[in-house]
């Protein structure tokens, strides 16, 4: 029975996610950058200018009379600070530009948005197949048994990973944890190459005298816990 490996579903909604959470990031990001960032340096340089001429002139009202002029300066002034209604604003952190353009702006919206799309795209156009004679499908790379050079499985315990190379310098990598069944073909080929190390499945082959021991332990283990749990027993 031939063994087919796609895009696996939670890889693919992985992907989209983190696609659109980059997009609203970057549109975040952008809007605090170019709208709300602005608006407040422009918003505390008003209120500080404001507050400068109230307390200069207020603190010389009280030495001698204010002019007409100074009196519509003062006036003004006054109105400017109650006009914000929220209190006095705060002056924008120096982190904050910097932070809104690089992490969210370009990090998220201009490099992380186009890798998470991309890689869906690369994702979705994989497809590997494996045949009932042994032939590998491999997108558009098709090859025999006898075309199969070897395997390298020196990353497929550790990070789910495996090269197929083929007798005319293919190489062809399949990720289990992206790739639904990769791990099947995975199996199948290396089994071919090395049954004393590998089963059709993935896993690493164990001798007989290894599984018994096992399953002997467990027994002892279960053995064990059902002695405990019965409490103590009458003679």
Excluded at 9 to 32: E, H, M, N, T
Excluded at 179 to 197: E, S, T, V
Excluded at 199 to 208: F, L, R, V, Y
């Amino acid at each position: 029975m031939s063994v087919i490996s796609t895009a696996r579903k939670s890889r693919v909604i992985w992907l989209v996610a983190y696609g659109i959470l980059c997009v609203v990031l970057g549109f975040w990001g952008a809007y605090d950058y170019w709208v709300r960032i602005p608006k407040h340096e422009s918003d505390y340089a008003t209120f500080a200018t404001a507050k400068e001429k109230f307390d200069r002139l207020e603190k010389q009202s009280s030495t001698k009379s204010l002019s007409a002029s100074e009196i519509t300066e003062y006036e003004t002034a006054k109105t400017e600070i109650a006009g914000f209604k929220d209190g006095a604003p705060e002056p924008v952190p120096a982190y904050d530009r910097p932070l809104q353009l690089w992490v969210y702006v370009i990090g998220c919206g201009v490099l992380g948005a186009p890798w998470c799309f991309w890689g869906l795209i690369k994702l979705r156009r994989q497809r590997f197949e494996l045949e009932n004679d042994g032939t590998l499908i491999a997108n558009e790379i098709r090859l025999s048994p006898d075309q199969i050079k070897s395997i390298d499985m020196s990353k497929w315990m550790s990070k789910s990973v495996a090269t197929i190379h083929g007798t005319g310098g293919e190489e062809i990598k399949l990720d289990d944890y992206m790739m639904k069944n990769a791990h099947l073909i995975i199996g199948r080929i290396a089994h071919r190459f090395d049954p004393g190390a590998w089963n059709e499945d993935g896993t690493k082959w164990k001798p007989a005298e290894e599984l018994a021991g096992e399953e002997t332990g467990k027994e002892t283990s279960n053995n064990l816990g059902e002695t405990a749990d019965s409490g103590p027993r009458e003679t």
